[in-house]
């Protein structure tokens, strides 16, 4: 019987038996087999059963595509104790696996390779060993390869460079050994790699540095020796080499000058020597500037004999029997399940339609799940808020728990009576603040909901905390937002600063943290084609953030916009007290530009005088240009009295009694360029 005549038989005996598609049984079979192999016990997922369909939201952290094939599997942090089954295999079209933050143990099994659509792999985190397999090279959708805390052996596989889309490999805090594969400078999609806290050694590989799209190479605590490739100068911070005592390199600030010792023989991993400590060649992984000395008669003769040709003979024939068989699949593959399933990226996924979709603007997991807040769902377009505009802000309740350690105490920064502020580090690397607010805080009506998410959306300025996206979770009952980290605390930290106590701001970051709240202010009240002209209605200083290079960024802007006013009141009482609100809002109750320059120039003058609290007697010493007695002392008289003397004024301007004698926050850029050459 022919191979075409065969298929046919088999399909025929299918279709007359009626069978279930395959992702039908054999899929349930591979998830029980997972099952029982991750949760001996059946102690935490007892909502996977025999009789049950993994497709009906019954499953616990499974959840299916349009065509019910399992598409993912998170159960990260369930408290699972046991080991990975060769059986997950079985799950053909899974794209997304999320198992981190368990205890699971034992060795990766090599049939993992079998899920070629995967592209998400999260392992880390776990009590895991042995090797990394050296098949996972094959996995060629992987983008994302998080293995790192766990106890991997032996030494990263050449092969994890064939890996083209993979932009995380994560590999830190293992026991890792040999040199660094230079394979990986192929990765021309590679953004971030983690091999910190191993026991690698060798050079860096020269092929790395030139990875065209790598933005954080992280190799602390290791032995790695030689001289560093001078491209990685690129990656400035991004580069993290501590603890490598044997590196050298020129234009790295903690790395000595390389000497002639270092480079008596750069080619070649310290710890192999010569080759006489009883290792051969072939134990040797791939290092980017390894160059064996095929002179010598181990190397030049290990290709050649009887032994060599037998074993070459073996592979061809091995790989001429697993291409037939591959073929003969292949085609009842094809004849019986059709052409793969192909993710959209442009599709949006709702309550009703439970799928996967790719989107273009999350670094994290695209998957939207049934027991989402979903405002964008069934393709509604509220208020003139298209929805692609939204889209690619879209996160979901896995990746924020993830990104959070599910909400950790020690993640926390900030609580309030309706909101709580998490540190969190997403799936590339970056770490980010996500704000948790609750459900009854925002606008019941989804269209002005809507309308807020799209205002918070279109804020693009480099003195406005950056928003990254958003979360709602209707299980939760709360609204996440995602927003850029700003590393060095509140404007707040700066205040009442006690000399010895904190870090005094020298005068020169004052002028700069003042002209960028200005900026920021003006970029709010300016419309544009894409943005409304907006209010802030709530500065002060907990609401200007300073980043690393003491550059200000505004938050909540835009917030009040996606909040009740009950809840947007609750917080003006704080601003009140404080001082930042403008004195016409007792009479108006409206908030206007105007009361957010009087808010700035509050700001002002808490900069100048290094206090949070403001007495009226600073007011006066301005209006009489009596420095000393309105400039923060801990500065010691060194600041320009002429740039202190304009910014007085621009803060006296600016909190003046009567709203319409305030200038406009174009005209207070214009006054604070005069009041220095370089602002």
């Known amino acids: 019987m022919g191979i075409s005549a065969f298929v046919s038989y088999v399909l025929l005996i299918f279709t007359l038996f009626h069978a279930p598609p395959v992702h039908g049984h054999a899929e349930l079979r591979a998830l029980m087999d997972t099952k029982a192999s991750l949760d001996p016990a059946n102690t935490f997922l007892t909502s996977w059963t025999v009789s049950g369909d993994p497709c009906d939201d019954s499953f616990e952290g499974v959840v299916c595509n349009e065509k019910r094939q399992v598409a993912n599997i998170s159960l990260q942090g369930k408290g699972l104790s046991g080991t990975l089954s060769p059986a997950i295999a079985g799950l053909k079209h899974l794209t997304g696996l999320y198992l981190h933050y368990n205890s699971l143990y034992g060795e990766i099994p090599s049939d993992i390779s079998n899920l070629t659509e995967l592209s998400d792999l999260y392992l880390n985190v776990n009590n895991l060993s042995g090797n990394v397999p050296p098949e996972l090279g094959n996995m060629a959708s992987l983008q994302v390869l998080q293995l790192c805390c766990n106890q991997f052996t032996g030494s ?70 030689g001289d560093v490739p001078p491209a990685l100068k690129r990656l400035v911070g991004g580069f993290q080499y501590g603890n490598n005592p044997r590196l050298c390199g020129v234009g790295f600030s903690s790395l000595r000058a390389c000497s002639a010792l270092d480079h008596l023989n750069p080619s070649r991993p310290e710890p192999y020597g010569d080759g006489t400590a009883g290792l051969s060649t072939k134990d040797i992984p791939e290092s980017a500037n390894l160059k064996l000395n095929c002179g010598q008669t181990r190397c030049s003769n290990s290709s050649k004999g009887p032994q060599a040709s037998v074993v070459v003979g073996v592979i061809v024939v091995t790989l001429a029997l697993s291409a037939l068989g591959i073929l003969i699949f292949a085609q009842y593959r094809k004849q019986k399940l059709g052409s793969s399933f192909d993710i959209s990226d442009g599709r949006l996924c709702t309550d009703q339609a439970k799928e996967v979709y790719r989107k273009k603007g999350s670094p994290l997991v695209s998957l939207e799940y049934s027991n989402g807040w979903d405002p964008l769902a069934d393709g509604r377009n509220f208020g003139g808020c298209p929805q692609e505009d939204l889209q690619n802000f879209r996160f979901n309740l896995e990746e924020v728990e993830s990104a959070t350690q599910y909400f950790a105490e020690k993640n926390l920064l900030g609580k309030s009576n309706f909101s709580a502020i998490y540190r969190g580090i997403l799936r590339d690397g970056s770490v980010v603040a996500i704000k948790s607010i609750s459900k009854t805080s925002c606008k019941s009506e989804e269209a002005e909901f809507l309308k807020g998410l799209n205002i918070l959306a279109s804020l693009r300025h480099e003195n406005l905390v950056g928003l990254r996206g958003f979360c709602c979770s209707r299980g939760r009952g709360e609204c996440f937002l995602v927003y850029e980290f700003v590393p060095n605390g509140t404007l707040l930290h700066y205040l009442d600063v006690k000399e010895g106590d904190g870090q005094v701001l020298e005068w020169s970051p004052r002028v700069s943290i003042i002209n960028g709240i200005a900026r920021g202010i003006e970029y ?77 120039g509050v700001l002002v003058f808490q900069i100048l005088s290094g206090k949070q609290k403001l007495a009226s007697s600073i007011r006066a010493a301005a209006e009489s240009c009596k420095f000393h007695d309105f400039i923060d002392t801990s500065l010691h008289g060194n600041f320009s009295e002429y740039e202190a003397a304009k910014l007085a004024k621009v803060a006296l301007m600016c909190t003046h009694e009567s709203p319409e004698q305030r200038p406009s926050m174009q005209a207070i850029i214009l006054e604070l360029g005069n009041c220095t050459n370089y602002l």
């Open 524 to 600: 709010l009240h300016e419309g544009k084609v894409n943005k409304p002209a907006l209010v802030h209605q709530n500065i002060s200083a907990e609401k200007v953030l300073i980043d690393q290079q003491f550059k200000p960024l505004l938050s909540h802007s835009g917030l009040h916009k996606l909040l009740t006013n009950d809840i947007v009141f609750s917080a003006l009482k704080a601003s009140a007290a404080m001082g930042y609100l403008a004195p016409e809002y007792a009479n108006t109750g409206r908030f206007t530009e105007q009361s957010d320059v009087y808010a700035f």
């Open 156 to 225: 990263i596989p050449t092969q994890l460079g064939s890996l083209k889309k993979l932009s995380v490999l994560a590999l830190q805090s293992n026991q890792l050994s040999g040199a660094i594969p230079a394979s990986l400078g192929d990765l021309g999609l590679l953004v971030r790699l983690d091999l910190s806290f191993n026991h690698l050694f060798g050079s860096i590989p020269t092929s790395l540095a030139g990875a065209p799209l790598l933005e954080v190479l992280d190799v602390r605590n290791n032995t790695f020796s």
